[in-house]
């Protein structure tokens, strides 16, 4: 026996394989996208060397954790929006409200936040970056929504003839409309659960009288 097996202690794990992502380093390569953004740097202008250079950081540890500006411009976008919301899961009402919640104060953000109006702005003319967000940020949370209609559905919270992404579209598109089409609109505090509580009013199961 070896002298570790006489006093009963294992032996030591070998040692983790590959290189571990550091999380400085992602910071330090986020913040500095969004430190040129913020000094009026122009997305198109951005390059890799660049942000390299401001995050103190080579080029080659950006490529290990970002394909190329695409995917490294939709983190910088999301960690500069509001965190994605977790669900409560209690029902459909109160899940409802969480995501429209979130996307509510997303259009806040993006109202009070003169980065990121600019960066949406300049994101929407750049068809790769756009179509970049859309799959990694928009399609995900779409998804989300339809997963909670789907198991409010399953529940017998929603009808079983309602048409989930109509649904969706229904919920989500009266937040959309006041936060992207009319600008000068309110965004108050209650009016996801307004939204919510009206739209399910016209989509619950009837009860028989």
Same mark, same amino acid.
């Not at 965004?187 to 009013?201: F, M, N, Q, R």
């Given at each position: 026996?070896?002298?570790a097996s006489n006093h009963g202690t294992a032996a030591p794990a070998p040692p983790a394989r590959g290189?571990?992502?550091?999380?400085?380093?992602?910071?330090?390569?986020?913040?500095?996208?969004?430190k040129l953004l913020e000094d009026g740097v122009p997305l198109a202008e951005l390059s890799i060397e660049r942000i390299a250079?401001?995050?103190?950081?080579?080029?080659?540890?950006?490529?290990?954790?970002?394909?190329?500006?695409?995917e490294l411009f939709v983190d910088?976008? $999301? *960690?500069?929006?509001?965190?994605?919301?977790? %669900? !409560?899961?209690?029902?459909?009402?109160?899940?409802?409200?969480v995501l429209l919640e979130s996307l509510r104060q997303r259009g806040v953000a993006s109202r009070s936040s003169a980065l990121l109006h600019n960066v949406h702005a300049q994101m929407k003319s750049?068809?790769?970056?756009?179509?970049?967000?859309?799959?990694?940020?928009?399609a995900p949370r779409r998804r989300l929504g339809l997963e909670v209609l789907r198991r409010g559905q399953l529940n017998g919270e929603l009808r079983a003839d309602v048409d989930l992404e109509l649904a969706n579209d229904l919920f989500v598109?009266?937040?959309?409309? $006041? *936060?992207?089409?009319r600008p000068e609109s309110d %965004? !108050?505090?209650?009016?996801?659960?307004?939204?919510?509580?009206?739209?399910?009013?016209g989509l619950r199961p009837v009860s028989p009288p």
């Open positions: 026996m070896s002298p290189r571990p992502r550091s999380e400085a380093a992602e910071r330090a390569i986020l913040d500095g996208a969004m250079r401001t995050a103190g950081v080579g080029k080659a540890t950006i490529y290990r954790r970002w394909s190329g500006k695409e910088v976008i $999301r *960690a500069a929006e509001p965190e994605d919301p977790e %669900l !409560p899961g209690t029902g459909l009402r109160d899940d409802l409200v750049s068809p790769k970056l756009w179509a970049a967000y859309q799959a990694n940020v928009i598109g009266p937040m959309l409309v $006041r *936060a992207v089409m %965004l !108050p505090e209650g009016l996801s659960e307004e939204i919510v509580d009206t739209v399910l009013a």
